[in-house]
């Protein structure tokens, strides 16, 4: 059985233009070009590609490298590679290259859709922290000396309201440092040496596991489902998955799947065992195996988990703008009262 030993190019070499690159890569393979023409033609047209990144990728094509060796020069992503070098072996190039440029597609929408989301409060909360630093440096401290030089004393609500305005910038700065504390932990863990670790620590996480899970299932039900409607058995493909270095997660998940089926249970049984696999992915199996198409089933569920996935995300982000502009609502209210309610205060002071 061949192994799948692909180290990771660099960044992306053609940017926004990586899905566009595969679709038009399976049409002309779909209008007879062969895959070194089609390559050759493609490669030339981009001019997002550099001279020297083109002049490699171009060296490597008439070399007759493989198409996952010069998608790694152009820097593809991970997972496209091991989803290429997976057809490259199941011969499903075309129809590969096809649902992996729609896939690119998708991310980069739902990726687009989620700065859109993000970035009017994101630039509203900076600005707001802004003003309370300029208001804390500038305005309350006038405020503070004409109360005293006009001996006024301040309401109990204006002091409320004025020390949280003095340590909101604190805070708001404390909780982006956790945040990124939490990011930089979870990308600690993603590293770990040891997937098994790696894959209960991560597990372990709530709003991460989801995700996760989901992730991990979609890469084995697509991959597995994909082997099994070209005719692999499913010893082979436990073992085409151990030996492949491209993602480890299928690699442990395929060790594990080895040790249950060897102690004599079914597939279904098998996958509904493993805590890194969507439970509902044994349904789909079992009901594969009841009417012989266990590979047709795993791809309509790959399918349905990278549409949940989406779906959470946008779900995700639809529950946090309410949220922060609730938040910055409350605020300017906040910072009204601390100038509006002074001003009161000291003009029936002098009536």
């Given at each position: 059985m061949k192994n799948l030993n692909i180290t990771i190019g660099p960044s992306n070499k053609l940017g926004k233009y990586d899905a566009h690159f595969l679709i038009k890569l399976a049409a002309?393979?779909?209008?007879?070009?062969?895959?070194?023409?089609?390559?050759?033609f493609l490669t030339e047209q981009y001019e997002v590609i550099k001279a020297q990144d083109k002049a490699a990728a171009l060296a490597l094509i008439?070399?007759?490298?493989?198409?996952?060796?010069?998608?790694?020069?152009?820097?593809f992503s991970k997972s496209i590679i091991m989803q290429v070098s997976f057809a490259e072996i199941h011969g499903e190039i075309i129809t590969n290259l096809e649902q992996s440029g729609e896939y690119l597609n998708t991310r980069r929408k739902t990726v687009q859709k989620l700065i859109k989301t993000l970035q009017y409060p994101l630039v509203l909360v900076s600005i707001f922290i802004i003003m309370l630093v300029l208001l804390n440096y500038t305005v309350i401290p006038q405020f503070n000396d004409l109360y005293s030089a006009m001996q006024a004393d301040k309401t109990s609500l204006v002091n409320i309201l004025t020390f949280i305005l003095n340590y909101l910038p604190y805070t708001a700065l404390g909780v982006l440092i956790i945040i990124m504390l939490i990011s930089v932990t979870?990308?600690?863990?993603?590293?770990?040496?040891?997937?098994?670790?790696?894959?209960?620590?991560?597990l372990s996480i709530?709003?991460?596991?989801?995700?996760?899970?989901?992730?991990?299932?979609?890469?084995?039900?697509?991959?597995?489902g994909y082997f099994l409607n070209n005719g692999l058995e499913v010893k082979e493909i436990i073992m085409l998955l151990k030996t492949q270095t491209i993602?480890?997660?299928?690699?442990?998940?395929?060790?594990?799947?080895e040790e249950k089926l060897l102690a004599g249970i079914s597939l279904s049984e098998a996958i509904e065992q493993q805590n890194v696999l969507d439970q509902r992915l044994a349904v789909f199996v079992s009901h594969g195996e009841y009417n012989s198409d266990v590979g047709k089933e795993l791809i309509i569920y790959s399918e349905y988990s990278l549409e949940?996935?989406?779906?959470?995300i946008e779900n995700l982000t639809k529950k946090i703008q309410p949220v922060i502009f609730l938040i910055l609502g409350l605020l300017i209210v906040c910072l009204y009262l601390v100038i509006v309610l002074p001003i009161f205060n000291m003009m029936s002071n002098i009536q």
């Open positions: 002309l393979l779909k209008n007879g070009f062969t895959m070194q023409q089609a390559l050759i008439n070399s007759g490298a493989a198409l996952s060796a010069v998608l790694k020069s152009l820097g979870i990308l600690l863990i993603t590293r770990m040496k040891n997937t098994k670790r790696a894959a209960h620590m991560l709530p709003l991460v596991r989801t995700y996760f899970k989901y992730y991990v299932t979609y890469r084995f039900s697509r991959e597995f993602n480890r997660y299928l690699n442990m998940t395929a060790r594990m799947l949940n996935i989406i779906i959470k």
